[in-house]
């Protein structure tokens, strides 16, 4: 494989957007379509190809707009369909694709498909959703807990059944057993295909096949199982996403790329490449290197550098000759990636450069998202009611519920939470970071004053403008695109180290992990330095948190 021949998605930068929190126009406290237009020229000049916008469908935001109520429909919190096109419009102008989120495990319970399914059992849609009458002592169908807590099954007095939500009670699970909810998803997929959208990316696919038998699973401390655990993955999906590429992704030039946190690099084959799905695929092993047994945030476990190394690669080799990978740090599910990576007290501007530095030299597809190319960090309310995130809110009461005090459980939520990633982005030292002129809908994290687009712009020595050096660079070298990965220095705990080669041509990525000056191998001193982001580089030694792109 050579740069020449990839497509174009292979060879850009992804940005997310998380518009709610991007840009609001209207000083209604909450960013929309019109503020993502009026910033292309910035994220075409941050070498972007490409924008993942989450989802602006109508939606009772219970879960900030997964909670969809209408699929081909923009919700007038962002703007209109005509502002849609026009974003489409002036992106194409500048090179960028719209690629847009696609949540199909779930719709909201106000979607007009469940308000007709939960009337009575004999509906047109009445299996749409996923029904099941109560055990004989009225309690529900299994012992499955949802994703954000509590029972995955509600009560509904019409129907007199439960219905099952892998998520909030106010995201029903549809039922992709039924052809006609197939057929209704990928015509809502195809309505945006014909928009000029760039590619979708799949919001939590691995749940859409629900086991053929549903009993109880193994309880945790709660009394309950999780569905991720009962069936996340499930033998038969790939049949329902067979159909799906067939049916929306073949015969357009487009990308896809599929959330899936329960995959396994060795599976990765059935998912992505030539007998695959999707053409990239989110997983989480490096993300969620602190949580191999499942993500309860208040049973993190400590990690080491050659455990992230080890995780990173093992994907990098699984799509080695079949299928690409998309290499990413944060995304809106995520805290910081300075935070999540690095102990507390690290400078947040080193661990950036360090992340960034290998985020744009891996092989792959970049993701960056909003406020990583500034060095974003986490925020510490003082309550739990600041928080907006419903997932928070969930892990909250689980953890008092196994004897945290509050106290104890609000630091985890600080950790972990995912309106970390949410904040208003940061535009300028103004009021609300120049965000809105009205009151934001999450607060402004406390530190835009000094961590702002605005500033670092002015900033040679920023984290946006190494980004942009990174960027760059990867433009002009090949090698950086199309060439092969392999892992250096696999045992060593303070260095992460890879090299790119491509047609006799290599570079060669170093960095420092540790907060301590680190000695390079001999074979690294001797070449030249194409990048850093230390001023008055040792060619012998890294210092704490130092990043150097090397020429091989």
């Not at 237009?37 to 109508?58: C, E, F, S």
């Not at 502002?83 to 719209?98: C, P, S, T, V, Y």
């Not at 929306?248 to 487009?254: L, N, P």
Request: aromatic letters at 12%.
């Amino acid at each position: 494989m050579t740069a020449e021949n990839l497509k174009w998605w292979q060879k850009t930068i992804v940005y997310q957007i998380y518009p709610k929190s991007f840009q609001d126009t209207t000083g209604s406290g909450t960013g929309d379509l019109n503020g993502v237009t009026q910033h292309l020229d910035y994220l075409k000049n941050l070498g972007v190809g490409a924008i993942w916008l989450t989802p602006v469908y109508p939606s009772p935001q219970v879960d900030n707009g997964y909670d969809i109520s209408n699929y081909t429909e923009i919700d007038s919190a962002y703007g209109t369909m005509k502002d849609f096109e026009n974003l489409i419009a002036e992106a194409d102008k500048r090179g960028i694709k719209i690629v847009m989120d696609l949540v199909f495990n779930h719709s909201s319970d106000k979607h007009e498909w469940f308000l007709e399914s939960k009337k009575n059992r004999t509906n047109e849609k009445a299996d749409w959703y996923i029904w099941r009458d109560a055990k004989p002592d009225g309690t529900p169908p299994t012992n499955w807990r949802g994703i954000f807590g509590g029972s995955a099954w509600t009560w509904n007095e019409q129907r007199q059944q439960y219905y099952l939500h892998s998520f909030a009670k106010e995201q029903p699970d549809l039922n992709w057993e039924n052809p006609a909810v197939r057929q209704a998803l990928f015509d809502a997929a195809n309505f945006w295909l014909k928009k000029g959208v760039g590619g979708f990316r799949i919001d939590a696919i691995v749940y859409i096949k629900k086991p053929a038998e549903f009993k109880d699973g193994t309880p945790d401390s709660d009394g309950l199982a999780s569905v991720h655990d009962v069936y996340a993955n499930t033998a038969g999906i790939l049949d329902f996403l067979h159909e799906f590429k067939a049916k929306v992704f073949d015969g357009h030039d487009i990308f896809t790329v599929g959330e899936a946190n329960s995959v396994k690099p060795e599976e990765l084959k059935f998912w992505v490449g030539n007998d695959g799905v999707f053409d990239m695929l989110f997983e989480f092993s490096h993300v969620n290197i602190m949580f191999p047994d499942g993500e309860a945030w208040h049973k993190p476990q400590i990690w080491k550098l050659t455990d992230l190394k080890k995780v990173i690669t093992e994907s990098q080799k699984a799509t080695a000759q079949n299928g690409w990978y998309p290499i990413y740090f944060e995304n809106h599910d995520k805290p910081r990636s300075v935070n999540h990576f690095f102990p507390q007290g690290t400078d947040t501007v080193k661990a950036a450069k360090v992340l960034a530095a290998i985020l744009l030299t891996m092989r792959g597809t970049p993701f960056i998202f909003e406020g990583e190319e500034l060095g974003f960090t986490n925020v510490a309310w003082d309550s739990i009611e600041s928080y907006n995130d419903i997932g928070s809110h969930g892990q909250f009461q689980l953890m008092l519920q196994e004897g945290l005090t509050v106290s104890k459980a609000l630091k985890f939520v600080h950790r972990f939470s995912r309106d970390n990633a949410r904040t208003p982005m940061q535009w300028s030292d103004k009021k609300n970071a120049g965000f809105s002129t009205g009151t934001p809908w999450l607060p402004v994290n406390e530190n835009y004053k000094t961590v702002n687009a605005e500033i670092e712009e002015k900033n040679s020595d920023s984290v946006l403008n190494w980004y942009r050096k990174l960027v760059q660079l990867r433009a002009g070298h090949a090698e950086l695109i199309g060439g092969d990965y392999k892992l250096l220095l696999p045992d060593n705990e303070e260095i992460f180290a890879f090299s790119r080669s491509l047609n006799g041509n290599t570079l060669i990525t170093a960095v420092n992990f540790s907060n301590e000056k680190v000695a390079l191998p001999p074979d690294f001193i001797d070449k030249k330095i194409l990048l850093d982001s230390e001023s008055g580089a040792d060619k012998n030694i890294l210092k704490p948190f130092e990043a150097r792109i090397l020429q091989g």
